[in-house]
């Protein structure tokens, strides 16, 4: 594993979308597992896919590993930081190249520091990128029910067609469960929850248990609005979570990609465990052909607002 060193230009904002043949979701994040817009720290635990952090990575006490599920021969890095990086302890390891734009502390002796990050890698468009696609996502017509009883959120709908469901934070802070009861739900379709935290004061409380049953972690995206703070504690989390405007403490386990402004560990805890199941069912309305798109400035933003449901095929894990 080499870490390399990020050189920030300030040359003008062009991002390059590669569309592949086959349409999956583009967060902007270029399929990352792990994406914060600011810093994050992560104590002890496992990212199965690659991270990008905007910010400073704090990971001082070893037994981390990044990129540990990632294929074979894979050409782009494992790890990106926007900041500093610290690295200390062992046990832990960076499955691939890494890119560093601060200063490196506390890395043990195998690994280097040499290179520069390619210069379409911009935090600070890739962010706007993310909040532009939360907000359009939230503004989805919903087309499926919540109910709660007895403690027990029930998320229901249509097991064969797409399923928005716009909800409060309030009803999942008064949850100590979450239950899907989308039975046998089509491989093509999907579950997003579109989550607004301005009854609760930007507060959202998501731990407990979720009972998913038959859906697949691919299949169910969180997007969170007005979210100033999400906590999950001794989760066990199937689906992804966009939430570009959200600090996050995190403990427990999640099949899914997660998207935050920053990431955090409880006092005396070890960070959650991320694995690697990528979200299908957004794309934004670009041509259909694979090919490379330049995009400057607001008209990525228009794209990312003008955008429509699609039905994809089953794309497989990672």
Known sequence: MRISQLLVTSLPFVLTLT?????????GAEGFNLFTLEDATYIYSDVEGSVAIGGDFYSPLGGTSI?????????????????????????????????????????????SISGSLPSDFYFAQKSAQLLGLNAAIANEVANASAAIAHSTLTLSGDKSTDNILNLSSALFNDANSVSFEFDNLALDAVIVLNIDGSETGGYLNLSGGWFTNDILPEQVLINLVNVSRLDMYGIGMVGSILAPGTDVYFNGQ???QLIARSLYSYDGYTTGELHDY???????????PSTAIPVVGSVLLTLLLVFRKRLLKWISRG
Do not use: C, H, K
């Open 254 to 256: 999640m099949n899914g």
């Open 19 to 27: 569309l592949p043949a086959q349409d999956t979701f583009d967060w």
């Open 278 to 288: 990528r979200f299908r069912g957004f794309v934004p309305a670009v041509p259909e």
């Open 67 to 111: 990129g540990n599920m990632l294929p074979s021969g894979r050409q782009d890095p494992a790890l990106v930081v926007g900041g500093d990086l610290t690295w200390g302890g062992y046990g832990g390891d960076i499955f691939g190249e890494a890119y560093v734009g601060g200063t490196v502390v506390q890395v043990p002796g195998y690994f």
